[in-house]
């Protein structure tokens, strides 16, 4: 099946810098989903961007579906961004059993 | 407000019991997911059902059983026969179709001791 990959797998920020986080999957997806995951074990859909890139106040991301990876960019950064970020990408191409990465660990500091 | 609402938030039990978690959802989603997470990692397909009274395994099935007899709800149970029972439970739902994004519950921690 497919590999999904993230990096960093931690990140330590101070509040207000920039970061980008990567997602590299092994095979062609028509799907992939970024998530965050709050202290408190919430998940919430950042964006399905299969290609492309989109953009959401303070973070975008991009896919590059031709070289199978996708980047989430956060900036001005908060300490409200922290959490774990993942994204995920289908089993197989037109499938909905979808595949997590082990996930980016963000801390904001003040 | 639509959303999927998952419960109980925390649960405890006894090992070798079975115990069931509910995931209720008014979005009108056709199709609805759990998902297992251990501490560190990442998310992990148990079973998913595109519609009513229809579901397929994903990788870790074992030790787990759904019902999906109305088109609003999609429990889940642990059975005595999960051999690491204890993480933390997410249900998601979305439209029909591949590709579609996922919108998850708020989860439920169960610890069997």
């Known amino acids: 099946g497919i590999q999904v990959e993230q990096s960093p797998p931690d990140l330590i920020l101070q509040e207000g810098a920039n970061s980008t986080l990567r997602c590299n999957f092994s095979?062609?997806?028509?799907?992939l989903q970024w998530f965050h995951q709050n202290p408190w074990g919430q998940l919430i859909n950042l964006f399905y961007i299969p290609s492309g890139t989109k953009q959401n106040g303070r973070l975008s991301a991009t896919t590059v579906a031709t070289e199978r990876y996708s980047l989430l960019y956060i900036s001005s950064s908060q300490t409200t961004d922290s959490g774990v970020y993942f994204c995920a990408v289908p089993l197989a191409y037109n499938n909905n059993d979808m595949r997590f990465g082990a996930g980016t660990r963000l801390t904001v500091k003040p | 407000d639509g959303g999927i609402t998952q419960s109980p938030k925390y649960l405890f039990r006894k090992e070798g019991q079975n115990v069931t978690l509910s995931c209720e959802q008014n979005l009108n989603h056709d199709a609805m997911y759990w998902y297992r997470q251990d501490p560190g990692q990442g998310l992990r397909l148990i079973y998913y059902s595109q519609i009513v009274n229809d579901f397929q395994k994903g990788d870790i099935a074992e030790g787990y059983s759904v019902s999906r007899e109305k088109k609003e709800s999609f429990p889940l149970t642990v059975t005595s026969a999960q051999k690491n029972p204890t993480a933390f439970y997410l249900c998601?739902?979305?439209?029909?179709?591949?590709?579609?994004?996922?919108?998850f519950g708020n989860g439920t921690r169960l610890t069997v001791t």
């Open positions: 095979d062609s997806v028509n799907n």
């Open positions: 998601a739902s979305s439209i029909a179709g591949s590709g579609a994004p996922l919108h």
